[in-house]
């Protein structure tokens, strides 16, 4: 089945504890992206990658790193994690960027205690 | 920066009912797509439309664009419990942009049945 996952659903942590939460897609994409939610907000865009070993910044990267070491993987690192980064996260895919529909995963709610 | 915004912000109507949801944008666009989320979980692509088309039809849902006023709308005819969710906009900026997916805040559109 075609599928973005991502690992863990829901995380609550400490300030400053390093974490990272997975994602990993099964359909050769090319493009994949990170999205915070919080109410009121909407989804805002943290990165985004073209492919392999290439990534950009979103509208809100500050207090998050990725990488793109592998097509299927892109990982999102919170070196030292602050409560203001309480949020529900997503991750998505398309085939080639924004010119094509995304393919989301089913979230990771994480809590900065 | 947040560029589609979506009005009304909710919406709540009787099962059977047409329900409408409007899509405004401030700059060029390669494309623009329009997204579903049930509760808390993942968003689930409905329709992208392209800034050359202006209408596109998939069952009952009907999305027309305007380029000329820089606005989209989102038709569900014969509305049913199950369109109980809130829908995005995310728009797509032409030209070198179009990595980028800027959503809007969405509209929580509520099926009484």
């Known amino acids: 089945e075609a599928q973005v996952t991502q690992n863990p659903r829901y995380l609550i942590t400490v300030t400053g504890k390093k974490l990272t939460v997975t994602c990993s897609q099964n359909m050769n994409h090319e493009y994949m992206s990170w999205y915070r939610q919080d109410p009121g907000l909407g989804l805002r865009q943290i990165y985004y990658?073209?492919?392999?070993?290439?990534?950009d910044k979103g509208d809100v990267p500050e207090g998050y790193k990725v990488s793109r070491k592998e097509k299927r993987n892109f990982p999102l690192i919170l070196e030292s994690p602050s409560p203001n980064q309480t949020s529900l996260y997503f991750c998505a895919s398309s085939p080639r960027g924004g010119t094509y529909e995304q393919y989301f995963g089913p979230g990771t709610r994480l809590t900065v205690t | 920066s947040q560029q589609g915004e979506e009005d009304p912000q909710a919406l709540s109507i009787q099962e059977g009912e047409n329900a409408t949801m409007n899509c405004s944008y401030k700059t060029s666009i390669n494309n623009l797509q329009w997204y579903r989320q049930n509760s808390g979980r993942g968003l689930v692509h409905l329709i992208l439309i392209r800034s050359n088309e202006r209408e596109k039809h998939s069952g009952r849902l009907r999305v027309t664009l305007d380029t000329s006023k820089k606005s989209s709308s989102l038709l569900i005819t014969a509305s049913r419990a199950a369109d109980t969710a809130s829908y995005f906009c995310?728009?797509?900026?032409?030209?070198?942009?179009?990595?980028?997916?800027?959503f809007g805040k969405g509209t929580k559109l509520s099926v009484i049945p």
């Open positions: 995310a728009t797509v900026p032409s030209g070198a942009g179009s990595y980028q997916l800027t």
């Open positions: 990658s073209m492919n392999v070993e290439v990534t």
